[in-house]
């Protein structure tokens, strides 16, 4: 039997406190890229109880995709962006999702990103990374961007941190590994960065900055 919503916001009151909670369920997050970090951090902000979700991809669910990605073998050849919205409400149908099945330029990521309190960059290609942040950065004064930047490969997850750039700039990864740089994208460290930059945002929300 699904909960209702009041019950499962009763659930969230005692995991996060009912302030906190408020914060979080008022909260829009815009995630640009649906691959190994995205989905993960979409998985991570339903669970939290985040009250929106943008979630923006133009690609499909691949075989190769499964290995690090929040997606099932039935969902290969599907969009993601609604295979991970199919998944995210079977996680929680109270966090409401809006999709946009799109390749992200600079011609329309005011549109895109208009409603978003915090833009969340999780793109595999550095061109598309440096183009989301540089906008945003320059052109979203008022919005708060959590990027990734190092998560390949075997190094021990000590060295993946989140870095307070600017006021309003976070960075998360270990700044040195490059998905480009053809070396192996291993699951659990994709999915630990993921999890740095959901935290990040989730601290964010609650008002908890780093130093």
């Avoid at 009041?6 to 009912?18: A, D, F, Q, R, S």
């Avoid at 408020?22 to 339903?46: D, P, Q, Y």
């Avoid at 290609?125 to 998560?151: F, I, Q, R």
Wanted: charge should be negative.
């Amino acid at each position: 039997m699904i909960p209702t919503k009041e019950e499962w916001i009763k659930v969230l009151n005692e995991k996060h406190g009912e302030d906190v909670q408020k914060k979080l369920s008022a909260a829009t997050v815009a995630i640009c890229g649906l691959g190994g970090l995205g989905s993960n951090i979409a998985v991570s902000l339903t669970r939290a109880g985040i009250g929106k979700l943008i979630l923006i991809d133009f690609d499909r669910v691949d075989i190769s995709n499964l290995q690090r990605q929040q997606y099932r073998m039935d969902q290969i050849g599907e969009y993601k962006t609604s295979a991970l919205s199919e998944n995210l409400t079977l996680i929680n149908p109270y966090t409401e999702l809006c999709v946009h099945t799109v390749r992200v330029t600079e011609d329309n990521m005011e549109e895109l990103l208009r409603e978003a309190d915090i833009v969340c960059e999780a793109f595999d290609k550095a061109e598309a990374k440096a183009m989301l942040t540089n906008y945003v950065l320059e052109n979203m004064p008022d919005k708060y961007l959590v990027a990734g930047s190092g998560m390949a490969g075997f190094d021990s997850a000590n060295l993946v941190k989140t870095r307070r750039v600017t006021k309003r700039f976070y960075l998360c990864g270990d700044g040195v590994s490059d998905v480009n740089d053809n070396i192996g994208l291993v699951s659990s460290r994709v999915m630990l960065c993921a999890a740095h930059e959901a935290h990040a945002i989730i601290r964010i929300i609650a008002g908890k900055y780093e130093i």
